[in-house]
């Protein structure tokens, strides 16, 4: 998911109505005017006084930024608890490949207030929603062997919204649309083929909970 936080006014191209500071998931669903509203919150972020800017400008000052920093995260939910963890304050879906970390004991950063946290025990991985809470966090379990299919999942999704992406620039700004699928897809490493470490190589093995 990804934070909006689109300015407002904003004239250079249509944008769908969000919260402020609401999430908005990533994949092949997204409208037009919801690749709008994500092309505008790191328009905001990126490029100064954009709201008095036009798409070709808005997309060329993007493209000249050395990394697009995109709030947000990977989100959690377990349909049997009903809990869902959500990204920390200033955590970026830059970084959602570094969750495949945690298999191997490294720490993973979530953000900070309410600081969420990654461990390992045994078969499962717990997701907690404030790593400072401990026991006192809401929490997600998920089975360590089922963990990499999770993240391939998110993986096809940010390849569908990638698709959607050079759709939208093909209508709003042609000649740069190549350049920002590539800006995009570089900014959140999307393409790349994703690398999940066999859970057997970490020597994991079922316990007892």
Not at 37 to 66: F, G, K, N, S, Y
Not at 121 to 127: C, E, L, Q, S, Y
Not at 181 to 207: C, H, N, Q
Request: charged share 25%; glycine share 10%.
């Amino acid at each position: 998911m990804i934070e909006v936080r689109t300015p407002d006014p904003f004239r250079a191209w249509p944008v769908a109505e969000c919260d402020a500071f609401g999430g908005l998931a990533l994949s092949a669903c997204v409208s037009p005017a919801e690749v709008g509203t994500v092309m505008a919150t790191l328009a905001d972020l990126h490029v100064p006084d954009c709201e008095e800017l036009d798409a070709d400008t808005i997309v060329r000052r993007l493209l000249e930024q050395d990394a697009l920093i995109a709030p947000g995260g990977l989100e959690l939910h377990d349909p049997s608890t009903g809990v869902t963890i959500v990204p920390g304050c200033c955590a970026g879906l830059e970084d959602w490949r570094a969750w495949s970390d945690a298999l191997s004991g490294d720490d993973v950063w979530l953000g900070h207030d309410p600081a969420p946290s990654i461990a390992v025990n045994g078969d499962r991985m717990r997701v907690r929603q404030d790593g400072a809470l401990g026991e006192g966090s809401d929490f997600v379990d998920v089975p360590v062997a089922l963990f990499p299919a999770l993240l391939e999942i998110v993986h096809h999704d940010l390849v569908g919204f990638l698709g959607r992406v050079g759709e939208w620039a093909d209508g709003v700004t042609p000649s740069l649309s190549a350049a920002l699928v590539r800006k995009v897809d570089e900014a959140l490493s999307i393409s790349e083929p994703l690398k999940t470490t066999s859970v057997r190589d970490y020597g994991l093995r079922p316990t007892p909970p």
